[in-house]
């Protein structure tokens, strides 16, 4: 998958930008605060719809400004497609192939990326929350069936909780029908965490391999998903009626699991020191990329942002090697001192100044 091109208005402020790509390795130059990481955000939100950075999406319009658009031409290995988005301060329209898509959900997952950015340290100190919506994007990049799943049960959730709040105040007596609708939300629970599970699983098969390499087989990594129920969910919140009741919430399923992250055995949120927690997020990432290349027999975008500030020179050394297999990067960086003469003559080089690139 390479993304040949790109038309960015208003993002932030990128007022008007048009790019040819590398189909290798394309490095974003410049200062802090002048634009680097809006052009990767630009390409983020042409993939899922949605900013990495807020979840007030509004935020990246450009100020004065009633829109931002961002489209671009992508190649697969036996297609061609156009892809735009679209976003007011009310609306969100996409397109492939100017068709507008009616549904955003048949939108998301058709370019795949993977990003590394500061925020992502998130995925380990975050509270489980962060860490569930960490999982369900990476599963929805590739699994329609997935995003469904995950759909249906947030709207058999509401219902739930609803209904519970309605028996806490004696509005309704009916546990029928809260044993109907928990029954439901078990069913499609039952196959969100078995995606999850196996998702885990496959990274977990793959990322050991990476993080020796970044650490010159120093460390070990695993993943661990934790549940908040043993076997049956359905038995185990019919069990709990009388608490859930009582606090007017579902108090077990997918949306109250966790993610803990074992650095040699021991929590890495807790024991592990800066440099290594961001290598464990890198290592988490760049195993990503293999997850999708098996899932749909491409290779995703790689986007890297500032992600040489905290690594030392081995693990930098080790990171600079994987980039150089074909895979198609982006790195913002205010120091291009790191960048050997190798990675020189592959690269395009785009240098950012109060949001112009050139």
């Known amino acids: 998958m390479i993304i040949n091109n790109i038309k960015v208005r208003n993002f932030r402020c990128i007022h008007n930008a048009e790019l040819e790509f590398n189909k290798n390795l394309n490095i974003v130059v410049g200062n802090n605060g002048q634009g680097k990481t809006s052009l990767l955000e630009s390409i983020y939100l042409l993939a899922f719809t949605k900013s990495h950075k807020t979840n007030f999406e509004r935020e990246v319009i450009m100020t004065g400004c009633d829109f931002t658009k961002v489209n671009a031409a992508v190649d697969f290995s036996e297609t061609k497609k156009d892809y735009s988005i679209v976003l007011t301060k009310k609306t969100k329209k996409t397109k492939i192939n100017d068709i507008e898509q009616k549904k955003l959900s048949e939108y998301i997952g058709k370019i795949n990326v993977i990003m590394f950015s500061p925020e992502d340290l998130r995925i380990i100190k975050g509270d489980p929350n962060i860490k569930r919506k960490f999982i369900d994007l990476e599963l929805g990049q590739t699994s329609p069936i997935y995003i469904f799943n995950l759909l249906m049960y947030k709207k058999i959730l509401k219902q739930r909780n609803e209904l519970l709040k309605k028996i806490q105040k004696n509005e309704i007596d009916d546990y029928i029908l809260l044993d109907v609708i928990t029954e439901q939300l078990s069913q499609y629970a039952s196959k969100i965490v078995a995606e999850r599970e196996i998702f885990i699983e496959t990274v977990n098969s793959i990322i050991n391999s990476i993080h020796r390499s970044l650490t010159k087989d120093?460390?070990?990594?695993?993943?661990?998903?934790?549940?908040?129920?043993?076997?049956?969910?359905?038995?185990?919140?019919?069990?709990?009626?009388?608490?859930?009741?009582?606090?007017?919430?579902?108090?077990?399923?997918?949306?109250?699991?966790?993610?803990?992250?074992?650095?040699?055995?021991?929590?890495?949120?807790?024991?592990?020191?800066?440099?290594?927690?961001?290598?464990?997020?890198?290592?988490?990432?760049?195993?990503?990329?293999?997850?999708?290349?098996?899932?749909?027999?491409?290779?995703?975008?790689?986007?890297?942002?500032?992600?040489?500030?905290?690594?030392?020179?081995?693990?930098?050394?080790?990171?600079?090697?994987?980039?150089?297999?074909?895979?198609?990067?982006?790195?913002?960086?205010?120091?291009?001192?790191?960048?050997?003469?190798e990675l020189r003559e592959k690269a395009n080089f785009y240098y950012v100044e109060k949001g112009n690139i050139r």
């Open 218 to 341: 120093l460390e070990k990594i695993r993943i661990e998903y934790k549940k908040t129920y043993k076997d049956d969910l359905f038995e185990e919140l019919k069990n709990k009626y009388k608490y859930d009741i009582l606090v007017g919430s579902t108090s077990m399923g997918p949306h109250r699991d966790d993610l803990v992250i074992y650095l040699n055995d021991e929590d890495i949120s807790i024991y592990g020191s800066q440099g290594q927690q961001r290598t464990a997020v890198l290592s988490i990432k760049l195993s990503l990329i293999e997850f999708v290349k098996s899932k749909i027999n491409e290779y995703p975008v790689l986007l890297l942002d500032d992600v040489f500030s905290e690594l030392d020179s081995t693990r930098l050394e080790s990171l600079i090697e994987y980039i150089k297999r074909n895979i198609q990067t982006f790195i913002t960086t205010t120091d291009i001192s790191f960048i050997n003469d």
